[in-house]
């Protein structure tokens, strides 16, 4: 494959995955936003030489939009494959991102692909499909508080060989964010301390911490010329609260940073 996607590998993430595709075990991945789970899925998928379809899942997504549904073309009716069934019938990755945000009824529909059966009925057509032997399934979500509420049913978690990834660790996160904005390793490095600063912070309310995601955006502010002040206001405080004596709290932070 000629552009690789970029990944560095975080703790034993790379090794449990092959386990996992050895035995054809589905996967669940659960972390913060922007901690980097979609790209070690878009990385494996590479590293496999599987295609990947990756859906992005929310409240209206229905078992529809993965199985697939009639639709109607010059011909008349044909039937098209959703993605998940199009990785089940031609044997690639199915990664549904957020799957927390999907209705319940819609993730019930996973329950015969993510076991021993490996089948899925399409009750629309009367096909029973058995997955190709390379198909996957790979769900992740974010364990936040609001979350923790909405759960995913135990009959569907319990389905998953599931691991939990964090935030890089400091030196990693800086050549992370090196990489990806252009920008040196020490300037990479102060933003990492910014925002380890911001993730230690308990007395103030945020509803999520600074991803990686958003160091990097600061970074390529920061690579094409805008002050630090400005790059750390409008990519990592402005995105994390709308309270003015948080922000205000912050920008105290990054000054001392910068
Ligand atoms: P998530 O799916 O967890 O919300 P992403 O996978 O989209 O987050 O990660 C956000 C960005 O952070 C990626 O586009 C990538 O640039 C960077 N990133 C995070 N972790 C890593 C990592 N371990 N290796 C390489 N890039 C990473």
């Keep these: 494959m000629n552009s690789q996607s970029y990944y560095q590998i975080q703790n034993d993430e790379y090794e449990i995955f092959q386990h ?10 659960k972390g ?5 789970k979609t790209r ?12 990947l379809y990756t859906v ?8 529809a939009d993965l199985l697939g549904r009639h639709l109607i073309g010059p011909d008349g009716t044909y039937w098209q494959d959703g ?3 199009r990785a089940a019938r031609e044997g690639g990755i199915c990664y549904l991102d ?13 329950h015969s692909l993510s076991d021993h059966r490996r089948t899925v009925h399409l009750e629309r057509t009367g096909e029973t499909l058995t997955a190709h032997e390379d198909f996957m399934l790979v769900v992740s979500y974010n364990p936040s508080y609001q979350n923790l509420i909405k759960g995913l049913k135990p009959s569907t978690r319990q389905r998953f060989v599931a691991m939990s990834f964090g935030y890089p660790e400091a030196s990693v996160e800086a050549s992370i964010i090196a990489h990806e904005s252009g920008i040196d390793e020490a300037s990479a490095g102060q933003l990492v301390k910014l925002a380890t600063d911001i993730r230690r912070l308990t007395d103030i309310d945020l509803t999520a911490a600074v991803s990686t995601r958003l160091l990097i955006y600061a970074g390529k502010m920061l690579k094409s010329g805008c002050p630090a002040r400005k790059a750390c206001l409008y990519c990592v405080i402005e995105p994390l609260t709308d309270e003015p004596t948080t922000r205000q ?6 000054d001392a940073h910068f």
């Design 98 to 110: 957020e799957i927390i945000e999907a209705r319940k009824d819609t993730t019930v529909a996973l």
């Design 83 to 85: 993605p998940l069934t």
């Design 32 to 36: 913060p936003t922007g901690c980097g």
């Design 40 to 51: 070690f899925v878009e990385y494996m998928a590479e590293q496999l030489e599987r295609p």
């Design 249 to 254: 709290s912050l920008l105290r932070l990054v």
């Design 20 to 29: 996992a595709v050895q035995h054809r075990l589905p996967v669940l991945i």
């Design 56 to 63: 992005s899942c929310h409240d209206d997504l229905t078992a």
